[in-house]
């Protein structure tokens, strides 16, 4: 006879097995290092139950795409190639002409070279969800459980302090005798 | 009308809109200081309808009070002497010190830095104008696109 499973059983089934959504803010990262460890939650990575034909991956939503960073130039220089299959369709589009065309693009195809080239590849795909800003619709939002650290510290701007701050911050040196202040 | 004078010149002067011309004031005779009060100098101008009156006045330091001492009686410059070695383009607060409101740097006189950490400082300063954390001269009028959004710049 089919014993039926225990109460403490199903929970520990559900909280090994059951799909998270994580949530990741964008903001001032760098696409491609975070790409990395988003791929990592997609593929499922992060867990001890781990195989490749589990299918024990997550989903990861990310938010403020539109203010990822890249380093010194390459907002100038990092090109996108891309193909029609047509003759004379060969294109290169450099990264803030794809930003400003898409803003979300930049980050998918960092993750879409992160995620490897498996034939699970689109599936992970499939489970990531990009948003520009931080407007998620409700159903989305209503199923985050968890965030993922950011990787990069996220600098503040002078004019983002008050004028107290800055007033009030030690000072490094005095000012000579008889210095002009204007 | 501007007039533009180093300090420890001239305290006082009177201009008539006629016609420029200079008219030094007595010079107040230099105290002996006893007491650590710095005194600065802040240029005002005042206009009424025949003249305009330029003023140097004494003014206390805005930072009394906020400067760190170092802990031993060093020579050594201000970043030196309180082991800052290692700053950050994101140490906002610690480099605007060294800049003017539009970005340049202070002269190493002023600032008492020496030559390696000047160069440390200035380096550290362009990295923050490129990411856009501390203020820079403002463009002509045609910018780069590519220049509005987020960069940072890999240090060691």
């Known amino acids: ?182 | 009308m501007a007039l533009m004078y180093g300090y420890k010149t001239l305290n006082r002067c009177i201009i008539s809109k006629s016609y420029i011309s200079l008219k030094p004031f007595p010079f107040q005779s230099v105290a002996l200081s006893i007491g650590k009060q710095n005194y600065l100098k802040k240029i005002i101008q005042t206009e009424t309808e025949n003249t305009i009156v330029v003023e140097g006045i004494q003014v206390n330091s805005p930072r009394e009070g906020k400067v760190i001492k170092a802990q031993n009686n060093t020579r050594a410059c201000p970043l030196c002497r309180l082991g800052l070695k290692n700053i950050r383009h994101s140490d906002v607060l610690i480099l605007s010190q060294f800049i003017n409101s539009d970005g340049t740097l202070l002269p190493k006189q002023i600032t008492g830095l020496c030559g390696r950490q000047y160069k440390q400082v200035a380096i550290m300063v362009h990295h923050a104008q490129l990411a856009g954390l501390l203020p820079r001269k403002p463009h002509t009028p045609v910018t780069e696109p590519w220049e509005h959004l987020n960069t940072y710049t890999i240090s060691k």
């Open chain 1, 1 to 182: 006879m089919n014993r039926p499973i225990s109460t403490y059983k199903r929970v520990q089934q559900w909280a090994v097995f059951g799909r998270l959504w994580f949530l990741f803010d964008a903001k001032w990262q760098n696409p491609f290092d975070s790409a990395e460890k988003i791929a990592k939650y997609l593929a499922g990575k992060h867990k001890p139950i781990y195989h490749p034909l589990s299918d024990v991956g997550d989903h990861v939503v990310v938010i403020n795409t539109k203010d990822i960073a890249l380093p010194n130039k390459e907002w100038r220089y990092r090109m996108y190639y891309h193909h029609t299959g047509f003759a004379g369709g060969s294109s290169w589009t450099s990264a803030w002409e794809l930003h400003n065309k898409d803003q979300t693009k930049v980050l998918w195809k960092a993750v879409y070279k992160a995620c490897g080239g498996s034939l699970l590849r689109h599936n992970m795909m499939e489970r990531l969800h990009l948003f520009p800003d931080d407007k998620i619709p409700q159903e989305l939002m209503e199923n985050i459980s968890d965030h993922m650290k950011q990787l990069r510290p996220v600098p503040k701007a002078l004019h983002e302090y008050t004028e107290e701050e800055i007033k009030n911050f030690p000072k490094v040196f005095e000012w000579p005798e008889d210095y002009v202040l204007n």
